[in-house]
């Protein structure tokens, strides 16, 4: 019988009170045994040697984005495996790993038919994403997101005005070949085996503006218009102020000249694929 760590990040609306319970008898029904349970952020993470002792063949996470990429940096360096679960609003990393959203049935395939392997990712210096990057105004849309992930409808309002705005009146600024870029609305960059997948996005008015904001609450963002794409190995943004970004789903502000690159975590993703 092969053993697993499980993280759990209690905090994400996702992750209901019996979720531990559920997930032990789950592992155990395909073979699994669960040698210990942590409660992330609260918790600290187990250390090699720990994983090492209790014969620990993989760790398992099941919690947001955010989550599951602040795990991944802490565990990069060990080279070991992960089994991604969804626990989160968007499960970004989990749909694109096992194509499904059900804990259950990604258990049982990993039972079925293990395969695990390094990522491509998005870096610029100390930051990562795993699925990729927005940059410029339209990442401002994360806080209506946040307003509905939490409930708070009180702030909805507000998050969407605001995000309404900026996207119409600020724009990112990229170096593309010997010349700076006119300003685009949002920049979405996606990671690949050898370069960056980059989608630069135009805006010809308002109504542009809230098919953008629409598009990235209901994850499908390419409803917008004026998209422009492009394939590189790195990307610079070319802006006089720090550009507003959301690393895998986590807000952060990027140098004006910040260089992106194609990268590969040393941590091996279990994919069911």
């Known amino acids: 019988m092969d053993n697993v760590w499980l993280i759990l990040n209690r905090g994400s609306r996702a992750v209901g009170d019996d979720w531990e319970a ?3 008898a789950t592992f155990e029904a395909r073979g699994w045994s669960v040698a210990g349970t942590i409660d992330f952020p609260d918790d600290a993470l187990p250390s090699g040697n720990m ?32 089994l991604v679960l969804p626990g989160g609003t968007m499960n970004l990393l989990a749909k694109a ?5 059900d804990p259950a049935a990604i258990i049982a395939a990993v039972a079925d038919l293990p395969k695990a392997g390094p990522i491509a990712t998005v870096d610029s210096g100390e930051h990562r994403a795993l699925v ?14 946040e307003a509905v992930r939490t409930g708070r409808w009180n702030r909805l309002r507000r998050a969407l005005r605001f995000a309404y705005l900026r996207t119409l009146s600020h724009a990112v600024r990229l170096c593309e ?14 990671p690949g085996d050898t370069a960056l997948s980059v989608v630069k996005v135009r ?31 790195t990307l610079q943004l070319a802006d006089d102020r720090p550009t507003f970004a959301l690393f ?26």
């Open 203 to 233: 805006l010809s008015g308002w109504t542009d503006g809230v098919r953008l904001g629409f598009g990235y609450l209901t994850g499908k963002w390419e409803t917008a218009r004026g998209i422009e794409t492009m394939q590189t190995g």
């Open 132 to 145: 990729g990057a927005v940059l410029g105004p339209g990442a401002s849309w994360v806080h209506a997101r």
């Open 177 to 190: 070949g010997q010349r700076w870029s006119k300003g685009y609305r949002a920049v979405f960059v996606h």
């Open 97 to 101: 790993l096992h194509g499904s959203t």
């Open 51 to 82: 994983l090492d002792t209790a014969h620990v063949a993989m760790v398992a996470v099941a919690a947001g984005d955010g989550t599951i990429n602040a795990v991944a940096r802490e565990l990069d360096s060990s080279g070991g495996t992960l």
């Open 22 to 24: 559920v997930l032990v």
């Open 248 to 273: 895998y789903g986590e807000p952060l502000r990027l140098a004006p000249d910040a260089v992106l690159t194609a990268g590969r975590t040393r941590l091996k993703f279990v994919t069911t694929l």
